[in-house]
């Protein structure tokens, strides 16, 4: 049984330029959360996707989008990159709306470097 | 808002012996979960242990155990028989009914052999 799946692990993008990071939920989750940690930081929550659609957005700026396909799998966007995009980006995956108690399980990430 | 403090950035511990890491945090809700993280080199995020805040009982899992204060917003992690495993990331994590779950800024331990 795969896990949660993300790619790409690692990229490099150029600041202005615009990047798409992917999301495979683990096999029968159906939600799927991003977050973006800095470096030496702890996680922060970009959104959540449930049923296709944003659920909760944290504090983050417009530039950050998602989608969340019908077979659950999801895909980070962010627009118009700034140096400070620079960040493990991380995906979770759990079952049904995430207030239910059911373990949320991690990806390994996507490192995004902009120069 | 909901927030979450571990005021200890390191800790280092020798191995077999005992270390509690800290962790309070602040939220005018009643009914939550409270998590312990831990991230090893590889940056995947693993669940050690949670809490339900309507669960009095400390929960525990072999070797890990927390110690919830629920009126002191109190969640402390206590790692027995510490092993060179478990030099990693320890992030603190709390969420609430709407779904974000909201990290501390971590506390880096150190199992010395």
């Known amino acids: 049984d795969a896990g949660v799946t993300q790619s790409p692990t690692h990229l490099i993008k150029t600041r202005g330029q615009q990047v798409t990071l992917r999301c495979s939920p683990k096999s029968g989750h159906d939600t799927v959360s991003w977050y973006q940690q800095a470096l030496g930081q702890g996680p922060q929550f970009i959104f959540q996707y449930y049923e296709e659609e944003e659920r909760q957005r944290g504090n983050f700026p417009d530039r950050f989008s998602g989608h969340q396909f019908p077979n659950y799998s999801s895909e980070l966007n962010v627009n118009a990159l700034l140096l400070g995009d620079s960040a493990l980006y991380l995906c979770a995956s759990s079952l049904a709306l995430a207030f239910s108690g059911n373990t949320i399980y991690f990806g390994e990430g996507s490192w995004l470097t902009v120069v | 808002a909901q927030t979450v403090t571990q005021s200890q950035p390191e800790m280092s511990v020798q191995e077999a012996e005992t270390v509690t890491l800290s962790c309070t945090y602040d939220?005018?809700?009643?009914?939550?979960?409270l998590f312990w993280y831990k991230q090893p080199p590889s940056r995947q995020m693993i669940l050690v242990i949670r809490?339900?805040?309507?669960?009095?009982q400390n929960a525990t899992e072999n070797r890990f155990s927390v110690n919830f204060q629920k009126a002191a917003k109190s969640f402390s992690l206590k790692i027995s028989d510490s092993q060179l495993g478990d030099t990693a990331m320890y992030f603190c994590?709390?969420?609430?009914?709407?779904?974000?779950?909201?990290f501390g800024a971590g506390t880096r331990l150190t199992v010395k052999p």
């Open positions: 809490q339900e805040a309507y669960k009095q």
């Open positions: 994590a709390f969420m609430a009914r709407d779904g974000d779950m909201r």
């Open positions: 939220t005018s809700e009643n009914n939550y979960y």
